[in-house]
């Protein structure tokens, strides 16, 4: 997927938070925040800029997916801000793109149940019944809401042994435990990933220097972190907005970690009118997913068939930037 991307613009793939991939520190590590990794990353591309100034006027697009939801509309805003500020090499951010992101957690959990409702992994009659006795409330229930309670103990039956980023991939193994998985299962190169980043020609074709990281971790679940964005980054998008960054949200359309539909409620939320009302974007006259434009500069976009990250449908995804950043409309 990365090599399907850097065809179409030059990236710069960042570790983050400190200590993920071959990010280290010279200090010890103490807990860092959402906001902290936000002043850190625009404190990297400030100097990395600096060191690099052919680039200065190139249009840069911040981008990721997943928890990135939290981290990357608060970073457009930072640059925003640090391009008035004197002294500093000002950016030349034009907007940004996020898949599958976290934004407003409470409204990504709760789409959960009407996700696996449309996709007939929990019956009519149970989502009648949590609709009713749960109102729309199924992670965070009242205790003294038995009824709803129980419904939702129902619903985990029907769903906690699938794959809840990809419901169409057997849920074999713990993604993170690349220790553990099984040469059969679907993450398996997740494992092979760690032993191919880990070899010493890598390490050095990548000038890692030595004696900064003892290895490469995928998953690194050791690092101190506290979520101080509180799982709602709304109001960094209505922001970027008002400042004219243009945006396009895309998700799988088979991730039930964070589904499309949690995706498009945020965006409802934000009460920008309809440019270019829901249609089929296509691949060689096939269906790969839909997509909307808002006057505020944002495209939604699912892709058919994807769950939870680009890697799923890397082909896909890359048609879905390609359009984008080339102006094109999806």
């Not at 936000?38 to 981008?63: C, D, G, M, R």
């Not at 101080?228 to 991730?255: A, E, Q, T, V, W």
């Not at 997913?289 to 699912?302: E, I, L, Q």
Request: hydrophobic share 35%; net charge neutral.
């Amino acid at each position: 997927m990365a090599f399907l991307w850097r065809l179409m613009a030059s990236i710069i793939f960042l570790d983050q938070p400190v200590g993920a991939g071959f990010s280290y520190s010279r200090t010890p590590l103490n807990k860092t925040t959402d906001a902290n990794e936000v002043n850190i990353i625009y404190e990297f591309l400030q100097k990395w800029l600096s060191k690099h100034p052919q680039y200065l006027s190139n249009p840069f697009y911040a981008t990721g997916s997943s928890y990135a939801g939290m981290i990357v509309p608060a970073l457009v805003d930072k640059i925003s801000e640090g391009n008035y500020i004197c002294c500093n090499p000002p950016i030349n951010i034009q907007g940004y793109v996020l898949g599958n992101p976290m934004t407003h957690y409470d409204i990504e959990q709760n789409s959960r149940i009407p996700f696996a409702h449309g996709m007939s992994l929990i019956s009519d009659e149970l989502y009648t019944s949590m609709k009713r006795f749960c109102k729309g409330n199924y992670f965070n229930v009242d205790p003294s809401n038995t009824k709803c309670l129980e419904l939702v103990e129902e619903f985990h039956l029907c769903i906690d042994d699938l794959n809840i980023y990809n419901p169409l991939i057997p849920d074999c193994e713990d993604p993170a435990d690349t220790q553990n998985i099984s040469p059969d299962c679907y993450y398996y190169k997740y494992h092979l990933e760690e032993r191919w980043a880990n070899t010493e020609s890598v390490r050095k074709a990548l000038h890692i220097k030595k004696g900064s990281k003892r290895e490469w971790v995928r998953f690194n679940r050791r690092i101190p972190y506290d979520q101080d964005i509180k799982s709602n980054s709304i109001p960094y998008h209505m922001k970027n907005s008002l400042n004219g960054y243009r945006s396009l949200i895309f998700s799988g359309d088979h991730d039930m970690a964070l589904p499309s539909i949690g995706t498009q409620a945020w965006i409802n939320s934000l009460n920008y009118s309809i440019t270019h009302d829901w249609k089929p974007w296509m691949i060689n006259n096939q269906i790969a997913g839909y997509a909307r434009t808002y006057s505020n500069k944002m495209t939604f976009a699912t892709v058919k068939g994807c769950g939870h990250t680009p890697e799923y449908l890397p082909e896909e995804t890359s048609v879905v930037f390609k359009m984008w950043l080339s102006g094109q409309l999806l």
